[in-house]
């Protein structure tokens, strides 16, 4: 700590700070642009010149740059005094000499931290009298708009694109006053990470396109906290609406999951919401077998004589519908019946996290993936299954550069210093996966099939525990893992295999024996995946039933086709609960609307065990209610849950019924709580057009709807500024428009954004040891096996129903090398099929970095129940005589940009 | 004692006064006001000064195209929120409000939303003659509120000075901008 003095009051700080995020720290007002609080500093745009002094006698003092300037005790600042003032404000005119004059068609607007930080400084009038600069703009893909005329050339977004998330595409270019910011030529970004440019850029060369084609200021978004769905991880989002749609998602700051950050998928995957194939109404198949709209009313006296009359009733979870709805579900159709719903492999994969979660290993949060200083990676497509983990291992190799900069006594903000320091240096990662991984440029990237993967991983579980290896790369694998402080071992189920899991569960335990700092992370599939597998093992009923009930769960991407068609001939009545139209859903017999995450609070459960609440944006249309809420209904009518009225009475239900959940209660505050006596908003404060917005239907304002499942409002009534962090519906402080505004709310710089951010771990319970698991692996084997290949754009059901994702998807292929092509008797330009006569054709690609015998498939809606499937022996492939490539052929897997 | 009863007499004689001088307050709608604008030597209204604010309508830019960028500023600074728009671009991206609503029953007239406007598109006139006999009337949509031309101030167009590109105008072509500088040139 040291003791600083600012225009001459005396404050204690971090001495390991610089001086501007001491002062932010501190909550002062000063401007700046180019230091981000996870970037570090740079000192490219002089905007955080404070004044600092000698000594008491120095009446002069210097200007300093507060970013570059280390926190000195005994240093004396002035920072709001006039020289320093001063500074900051021609500075700024001269950051503003070329700024096009166009905030008022600028997505920006009203959240610019350029405008807030403009006004911050004083500067108003320009003075320059000469001609502006100017830029052609450039297409960078269907999420992010470039308008380089209002660039400041702060080269934050050089420095996010390239040195933080390992982009290779956006660079500087040009000299002098020709400073531009883009790709080489037009083109979509290829990052994963690209769209936080759009919050990291101060000004609007970034911005969503998505937001853009639907625009709404943010004073006008009606917001909340929620939590992403994509993928496994449970990153925070802010969900935002105007006019009854979706609007945008932002990234919210929750210090120990995602940080700043959020992957695409994530920020332009909430589309869907809005879509065409949303189910509006209820609807019951009449005797034509055609389906007819009802009212909440008939549907739910229809279903209660259905479910008395019926001998059987099986339910079917879901891993993307909530805690809650899941078990509501449960309780309806009792323990026996209700299944997980999910895949058969994923089922196992699921249950062994859950034993590693429920004993003494280690699994640790993004932010402490961040810590590790050595990364294994067996089998786990990262950047496509679980894409945040990517680039908090992107992160986790530079802890190598950090340990060299902390011996050369360089601070870790020194940005640029610490990395010219390192040059090429790099903590170990490995990534032992079947195709080329995005992350090989940062590691060793090793080819294997799945088996071998699996078998790899024995040897290396064997080679801890003092078995000499033959093997080189096994040997320095080993090394690498016995040498670090805080190795991390990452598996997951994008190969869709068990064994790879077992075998890097034996890993970790092994080191773990070693080293009690070793983590494991397992990735699955969806975001709540754990909640389901929880609450069942079993994944998918075996026989029929009168009435078989699905949750939110499109079964055809988990069951192959046969199978699902026998089961589905054996179920009398198909009741489906769903927000979008899907496969089931049009074999149902009776459709029940549901409310996306949207729409609706639900608690998440994700990989690492942590239970989160994530809460709607704004009420659904008609009789669209949460899943939870219909199954409530329901049960009601069976004499189930009662007394149980409200989101809060079921998450107790769930807590007093089952004693390892019983955290998620806590992992938001419930709908009594109030922020000095007032709920929380979810609209802002200068939200606008109340009283006009329904003016051309009727005159007559509505009231707001009432919120009575959480302690926030549909409205701007109410409070956000004091709200806990994990309550805020939006960031904004006086003067921080932005959402830079975020550091107003952290009790330090990059720190915990104050309580309930965090959301609270479950399965804590430690004591239990894990056994080495047995593993099976099937070898060497000559039979060729189906390695599934994700991608973030098309992998993921949901978000793959947004056109901007959608576009961005690939067609079924197959990707093998010429040993495996020649074995399987194809070539370049024929096609292969799954599991011969129902599933999809996949268009062959070669590629010789491919291990042999690996046939590598696009997990998409049409394939993926087929990857799913247990065994993959011969004659799952077969040569599809009948193909003829598109035209396109040549784009056909134009996005698989990892190939 | 006195003194009051002189005040009384003053009083009514003060009442009395006033009988015989003319009104301030004219018999609106049937007699024209006695100040009022002539037309044809018929006086066919009260004056107006230019800048009373009244009916509010939306303007055009000297080119013929309507001025509004939908940028929302009228609509948040608007007290009675009785502003509601959606922004919508063309197909060279020049913004404009794809609906632009105005709740007149709401509108206090304060002239907030002229002031915020960066385009002059929004203006308040010397028309106050809207009074309807149902209040759903009162709802302009952007159809009964554009005008055809550029209201008070007939020689401003934003997208002349601001730096976005749309169709007609390039990078560069803006008021006071250099041409789209050459981002491969290595000269000083």
Excluded at chain 1, 771 to 797: C, K, M, Q, R, Y
Excluded at chain 2, 55 to 70: F, W
Aim: charged share 20%; aromatic share 6%; glycine share 8%.
């Amino acid at each position: 700590m040291a003791k600083i003095t600012v225009d001459g009051r005396t404050f204690e700080v971090d001495d390991s700070d610089n001086l501007l995020e001491a002062l932010l720290g501190l909550g002062e007002d000063l401007p700046y642009f180019c230091w981000h609080p996870e970037m570090g500093s740079l000192g490219s745009c002089r905007q955080c010149a404070v004044v600092q002094y000698m000594d008491e006698n120095d009446e002069r003092g210097r200007v300093v740059m507060s970013c570059m300037t280390p926190v000195t005790d005994g240093a004396i600042l002035s920072v709001q005094g006039e020289k320093a003032s001063d500074f900051r404000e021609s500075n700024i005119e001269n950051l503003m000499l070329n700024h096009p004059h166009d905030c008022p068609v600028c997505e920006e607007g009203g959240e610019c931290h350029l405008q807030d930080m403009t006004v911050m400084s004083g500067h108003k009038d320009r003075q320059y009298k000469y001609q502006k600069t100017t830029f052609n703009n450039q297409d960078l893909g269907p999420f992010i708009g470039h308008e380089m005329n209002r660039c400041i050339t702060c080269y934050r977004c050089v420095r996010f694109y390239g040195d933080y998330s390992g982009g290779d595409d956006l660079a500087a270019f040009g000299s002098r006053g020709r400073v531009f910011f883009g790709r080489t030529e037009d083109g979509v970004l290829e990052n994963e990470f690209a769209g936080n440019l759009v919050e990291v850029c101060p000004t609007g060369v970034f911005t969503d396109k998505t937001l853009s084609a639907h625009y709404t200021r943010k004073w006008d978004l009606q917001s909340a906290p929620a939590v992403c769905t994509g993928c496994s991880l449970g990153c925070n989002i802010t969900v935002s609406e105007r006019y009854g749609e979706v609007r945008r998602v932002h990234n919210r700051y929750n210090s120990e999951v995602n940080g700043y950050f959020l992957c695409d998928r994530g920020r332009f995957g909430a589309g869907y919401v809005n879509s065409d194939d949303r189910i509006p109404y209820c609807g019951i198949r009449d005797a034509n077998g055609v389906y007819e709209a009802t009212s909440a009313e008939d549907i739910l006296s229809h279903l209660k004589t259905l479910l008395s009359d019926a001998k059987s009733v099986v339910g079917i979870g879901s891993p993307r519908s909530s805690l809650e709805a899941n078990f509501a579900l449960q309780t309806l159709v009792g323990e026996d019946n209700f299944y997980s719903g999910l895949s058969a492999v994923e089922a196992e994969i699921a249950s062994l996290q859950l034993q590693v979660l429920n004993s003494d290993l280690k699994t640790p949060s993004l932010a402490e993936v961040e810590d590790c200083d050595a990364v294994l990676i067996l089998g786990e497509d990262t950047t496509n299954h679980a894409p945040r983990l990517a680039l908090s291992i992107r992160q986790a190799v530079r802890n190598e550069a950090k340990d060299l900069a902390k011996e050369a006594r360089i601070p870790l903000w020194q940005d640029a210093a610490v990395r010219k320091l390192a040059q090429d240096a790099k903590s170990p990662l490995f990534v032992l996966t079947s195709s080329a991984d995005r992350l090989d440029g940062i590691g060793t990237g090793i080819r294997l099939s799945s088996e071998d993967i699996a078998l790899a991983g024995i040897n290396i579980a064997n080679g801890i525990d003092g078995t000499a290896e033959d093997d080189a790369d096994i040997q320095s694998i080993v090394e690498a893992l016995t040498n670090a402080s805080k190795p991390l071992i990452v598996t997951g189920s994008s190969s869709a295999c068990p064994e790879i899991v077992k075998a890097a569960v034996n890993i970790a335990t092994a080191l773990s024996k070693r080293n009690a700092e070793t983590g494991l992370l397992i990735c699955t599939d969806e975001a709540n995946t754990l909640a389901a597998a929880r609450l069942s093992e079993k994944p998918f009923p075996t026989t029929g039933a009168d009435v078989a009930i699905v949750l939110e769960n499109d079964l055809s991407l988990r069951v192959a086709g046969a199978t699902l068609d026998d089961w589905l001939a054996q179920v009398t009545s198909l009741v489906v609960i769903d927000s979008l139209d899907n496969s089931i859903s049009s074999r149902s017999s009776l459709v029940l609307p549901a409310a996306t995450f949207a729409e609706a609070e639900g608690t998440y459960i994700n990989n690492e065990g942590r239970a989160q609440r994530s809460f709607g944006a704004f009420k659904p249309k008609g009789d669209i209610a949460p899943a939870w809420d219909w199954l409530l209904r329901i049960c009601h009518d069976q004499n189930l849950l009662t007394g149980v009225e409200q989101f809060d009475d079921l998450l107790g239900s769930i807590a007093s019924a089952n004693e390892d959940l019983a955290g998620a209660v806590d992992a938001a505050p419930n709908a009594a709580f109030r922020v000095h006596g007032q709920k929380i908003s979810r609209m802002t404060h200068r939200s606008s057009g109340r009283t006009a917005i329904v003016a051309d239907v009727s005159l007559h304002e509505p009231k707001q709807p009432e919120d009575n499942n959480s302690a926030l409002t549909y409205s701007m009534e109410g409070t956000n500024q004091d709200s806990p962090g994990g309550m805020k519906a939006y960031t904004w402080s006086p003067g921080w428009n932005s959402n830079q505004s975020i550091s107003k709310y952290q009790n330090e710089i990059s720190g915990s954004a104050g309580e309930g951010t965090r959301g609270v771990k479950l399965f804590v319970d430690s004591s239990s040891q894990l056994a080495a698991l047995e593993t099976s692996p099937g070898g060497n084997s000559s039979a060729v096996s189906v390695v599934p290949n994700w991608h973030i754009f098309g992998s993921d059901e949901l978000t793959n129903r947004c056109e901007a994702i959608h576009s961005l998807a690939p067609s079924p292929y197959a990707l093998l090398n010429s040993a495996t092509a020649s074995k399987l008797g194809v070539k370049a330009g024929d096609a292969l099929k799954l599991a011969a006569g129902e599933a999809p054709s996949l268009a062959v690609m070669l590629d010789d970095s491919i291990a042999e015998g690996c046939v590598i498939c696009p997990v998409l809606e049409e394939t993926r129940a087929y990857l799913h499937l247990p065994t993959a022996g011969d004659g799952l492939l077969v040569k599809d005589e009948s193909w003829t490539p598109p035209a396109d052929a040549e784009n056909i897997i134009s996005s698989d940009r990892s190939s | 004692m006195i003194g009051a009863l002189i005040s009384q007499i003053r009083t009514l004689w003060t009442v009395l006064q006033h009988t015989f001088t003319p009104a301030d307050t004219v018999e609106y709608p049937a007699k024209p006001g006695w100040f009022g604008v002539t037309k044809n030597s018929t006086k066919v209204g009260p004056y107006l000064a230019p800048r009373y604010r009244g009916r509010i309508v939306l303007t055009r830019d000297p080119d013929g195209v309507e001025r509004c960028v939908a940028c929302n500023l009228c609509a948040v600074v608007c007290p009675a929120d009785c502003i509601a728009l959606q922004k919508t671009e063309d197909e060279n991206g020049r913004w404009y409000p794809e609906f632009f609503r105005i709740n007149f029953s709401r509108c206090i007239m304060c002239g907030f939303c002229e002031e915020a406007c960066p385009t002059y598109s929004i203006q308040l006139t010397p028309d106050f003659e809207m009074c309807e006999y149902d209040r759903q009337n009162l709802v302009y949509e952007k159809d009964n509120l554009l005008i055809d031309g550029p209201g008070k101030y007939p020689d401003y167009s934003f997208y002349r000075i601001s730096g976005m590109a749309i169709g007609g105008k390039g990078k560069g072509e803006a008021e006071n901008e250099a041409p789209p500088a050459d981002v491969r040139s290595l000269l000083p």
